[in-house]
Structure formats: structure tokens, C-alpha cells
């Protein structure tokens, strides 16, 4: 069992940058993908990004095409934490973001994450 907790949302302008933290609790958080989801009003939850262990024993990054280059997934092993780095922010990013953690490497589907935190809001103002 993992439990998230997201935090770090808030109202930026446009071009700014937040850092949006997630903590997990459970002893085995090393052994999950942990992935950054968005879901804006009236629209479906999308991908933002992930990170995963690869087969070298070490981290790899997927990002949402939309993102990539501006955000930056990272995550801390130690601190049970993982944290998205959001940068040159457009207020099409408006949403709220969700942490999430599940077994499959790289996934980019929500069905394929066990675990939910209850979302924080980013506000992105034109």
C-alpha cells in the first residue's frame, strides 16, 4: 500500500516556473514508477510525465510531448519523494496535477497506476 501527498500547486504567471513535490509513504516506494498526471476542467486526465527503473539499474525519464523541455520529473529514494519541476509555464497547463504510482515501467496510462494522491491546483495566468 502507497499513500500520496502532492503539494506545491499554486498561481503563477505565465513564463513562470513551480516545483510541484509528492511524499509517499511505504517501504517499498523504490520499487515503483511514479508518474505526474493532469487532468483540466471538462477534460480527461492526461500523462504529464514518469520516471521508472530501466535495465541498468537506473532512472529513465518519459515525458508528455506538450512538456518536455520545460518540465523535469525527478525523484528521491531516500525522502520516499518525487517532484516535477515546471518551467516556462503557459496557461494551457492550468490543471490539477495528480502523483500516482504503479508497477509498470513507463506507463503513460492511468489505468495502469495503483495509486492516486488527491491532486494539487496550478493556475497559470495569461
Known amino acids: 500500500q502507497v499513500q500520496l501527498v502532492e503539494s506545491g500547486g499554486g498561481l503563477v504567471q505565465a513564463g513562470g516556473s513551480l516545483r510541484l513535490s509528492c511524499a509517499a509513504s511505504?517501504?517499498?516506494?523504490?520499487?515503483?514508477?511514479m508518474g505526474w498526471f493532469r487532468q483540466a476542467p471538462e477534460k480527461e486526465r492526461e500523462f504529464v510525465a514518469a520516471?521508472?527503473?530501466?535495465?541498468?539499474?537506473?532512472?529513465?525519464?518519459y515525458y508528455a510531448g506538450s512538456v518536455k523541455g520545460r518540465f523535469i520529473i525527478s525523484r528521491d529514494n531516500v525522502k520516499n519523494t518525487v517532484a516535477l519541476q515546471m518551467n516556462s509555464l503557459k496557461p494551457e497547463d492550468t490543471a490539477v496535477y495528480y502523483c500516482?504510482?504503479?508497477?509498470?515501467?513507463?506507463?503513460?496510462?492511468?489505468?495502469?497506476?495503483?495509486?492516486w494522491g488527491q491532486g494539487t491546483q496550478v493556475t497559470v495566468s495569461s
Open positions: 500516482a504510482a504503479g508497477q509498470k515501467r513507463g506507463s503513460r496510462y492511468v489505468e495502469e497506476y495503483d495509486y
Open positions: 511505504g517501504r517499498t516506494f523504490s520499487s515503483y514508477a
Open positions: 520516471i521508472t527503473w530501466n535495465d541498468w539499474k537506473n532512472w529513465s525519464t
